[in-house]
Structure formats: structure tokens, C-alpha cells
């Protein structure tokens, strides 16, 4: 291979699109477009912009969960990422289902196959990253949709069809993870 140098702004290298939803301070459930992300065991870490209405709504609520969507799902990832909460409730524009969680107090997406119910545990606020708030969170729940389990209930890796996000400050794109017939 022959590496060019280059000197990106950024550079998402294909990150998992999910969706997070929450209720607001006054109880109305929202929900935000987020593709910073990983987890180890029982943790999942999230990268948000100090100054969204998702990450200030959260600190102060601590309940959210993580909804993983597939590629029927693009609209509605660009719309709730192009629109603020602060300015309206983006359920009302969208066709998605929110069901209250049973394990915390969040709504959960019906229409995304993957749902992991969390709450705030850690916020990290650097000076050295001025504007960004990474959260950790521990996992209080998941739940999966049949089609993704296989017939020992364990995943089924093949089922995943992920939205990948890819940019570089310039240009940015999505991948799909296919399904495997
Ligand atoms: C594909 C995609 C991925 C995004 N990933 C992130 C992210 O990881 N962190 C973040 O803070 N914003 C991310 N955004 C931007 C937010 O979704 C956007 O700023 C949104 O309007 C914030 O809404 P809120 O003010 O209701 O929180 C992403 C947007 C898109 C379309």
C-alpha cells in the first residue's frame, strides 16, 4: 500500500448509526442521531457535541436507550440529526413507535432491532476537547429482535444490517451492513 499523508478535520471511519431516545426534564420523549460510540462489557461510552439539546437533556435525566438502526432507517437518522429538540419533538415528525422500557425510565424505538437500555454514569468534560462531552453509561438492559437471534438465542451475525457513517470533514457517506441471504 502506498499511505498519503493527509490532513483530514476529522476522520469517522465507519461507525454504527443509532438513534438515542429519552424522556425530556418535563417527561416528552425525544431523541437524537449519534454515531460515537463503543462498549465493553457492561459500559458503552458516547461522544456528543457539548451543545446539543440530547446530551443536556441526559445529564440531567441520566435514563436513555441506545436504539440501533438498520438501512430501512436512513430519513429518519438524517432528519433527527439535522433538527434540535430544543426546537422541536421530533417523535411528532416521525414514524416511529416509542414504548416506555420497562427497566428504565426512557423510551424505547420499536422499529429499530436492537435496543440497550442505559443510564449515565460518568461525564468527561476536558479542556483539552473543548465543545465535546463523552459520557460512560452502564448497561441495565437489551433487548433484540427474533429475527437477530439465532436458535440458541445467541446473536445472529449475519441478521445485522447496520448503517455505517463515514466522513472527513468534506465528504461524508454511509455503508450498509447487507444481509446475508
Ligand atoms: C449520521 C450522523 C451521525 C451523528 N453522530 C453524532 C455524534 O456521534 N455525536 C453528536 O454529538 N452528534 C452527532 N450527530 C449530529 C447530531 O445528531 C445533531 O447535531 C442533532 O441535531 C443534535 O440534536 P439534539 O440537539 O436534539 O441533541 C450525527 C448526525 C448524523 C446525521
Known sequence: MNKIKVNFEKMYYGFPVFLVS???????????????????????????SSKGYAINQIKEVSDFVINIADSKLLD????????????????????LTHVPSTTINAPIIKECPISIECTLTDVIESQN???????????????????YLDEKGNLKVSAFDNILYIRDGVNRGFRYMKKEQ
Do not use: Q, W
Not at 459520557?135 to 433487548?143: Q, V
Open 129 to 147: 476537547y473543548s465543545g465535546i462531552t463523552n459520557i460512560l453509561a452502564l448497561i441495565k438492559g437489551r433487548l433484540v429482535d427474533e429475527s
Open 76 to 95: 429518519e437518522i438524517e432528519f433527527c440529526g439535522k433538527n434540535t429538540g430544543s426546537e422541536c419533538k421530533k417523535f411528532e415528525h416521525l414514524n
Open 22 to 48: 429519552y424522556y425530556d426534564k418535563e417527561g416528552n420523549p425525544n431523541v437524537t442521531t449519534i454515531s460515537s460510540s463503543y462498549s465493553l462489557r457492561d459500559m458503552v461510552a458516547l461522544g456528543f
